[in-house]
């Protein structure tokens, strides 16, 4: 069979333990994304629950699993906590500013902090400044890295007087919304919780957009690496019959069969992974 240049082709990896969950194995489809037709292939399959890594578009396949979770942020709705203010008050020194997706060793000296601190054994721990440098500008898709510096004097009216890089977001800007793809800061500023951050600026940066949701990628339940996801709220969980509406400790509960868990966002399928 001859398959149509637009039409894109899917494969299935094979069976590798899981990261999340030990004792079970995870598969991904996967398919490339590739040409101009690209952005609108990753709109529509993000809907449908994938996640982009470089050139290619993967999400859980597992054949005895589905507590993987797409999870999104419904931006619009959402309100602080307490502490997600308190958060935003101690970066009230940072300044992010959004351009295109382009490597400096600056950034890959702190990825390489951050993945030596927080996940020496992960999949991504022995990236070369040069499969950095593919994750950031292997993109076909519109793409952004927003960067995060501690705010100088001048920071207003001026990029010269920002201070050092103390954070970095990988992050699509599709039809419907942002999709965080990789995010990395600062390990020793703990008292900051400049994850959090983030996914907070993001939010207010998916809002000025106009868009209606801050995709987080995959929640997986009893995954204590993944709960912090669940924090922000409303969110919805894409379910069989379309996104729902996540109640916690009631709807839109993983689906399981006969393992706990699949697949998450942060491994790997090519050199390059919230």
Known sequence: MTAHP??????????????????????????????????????????????????????????????????????????????MRRVMARNRDIVGRMDAAVPSSEQYSLFRRYLDDRHAKGGMSEMSVLDYAMMVEDSQVDTRLIQYRVRGPDSSFTRASDGALIGAALSDVMGDGMSMVYS?????????????????????????LGLPYLYLGYWVKGSRKMDYKVRYQPQEHLQSKGWERYKPGGAAQPDRRDAETGPADGSRIAPAGL
Do not use: W
Not at 19 to 34: C, D, I, M, N, S
Not at 189 to 198: A, I, K, N, Q, V
């Open 184 to 208: 990395f800061f600062e390990p020793g500023e703990h008292e900051r919780s400049l994850g959090t951050f983030m996914i907070l600026d993001h939010i207010e940066r998916t809002k000025r």
């Open 6 to 83: 637009q039409t894109p082709q899917f494969f299935l990896t094979s069976p590798t333990p899981c990261p999340y969950l030990p004792g079970q194995l995870e598969r991904k489809v996967f398919t490339h994304l590739v040409g101009e037709k690209a952005p609108e292939l990753l709109d529509l399959l993000t809907q449908g629950g994938f996640r982009r890594s470089q050139n290619i578009a993967y999400r859980p396949a597992c054949e005895r699993c589905r507590a993987c979770m797409s999870v999104r942020i419904v931006v619009d709705e959402f309100e602080p906590t307490k502490s």
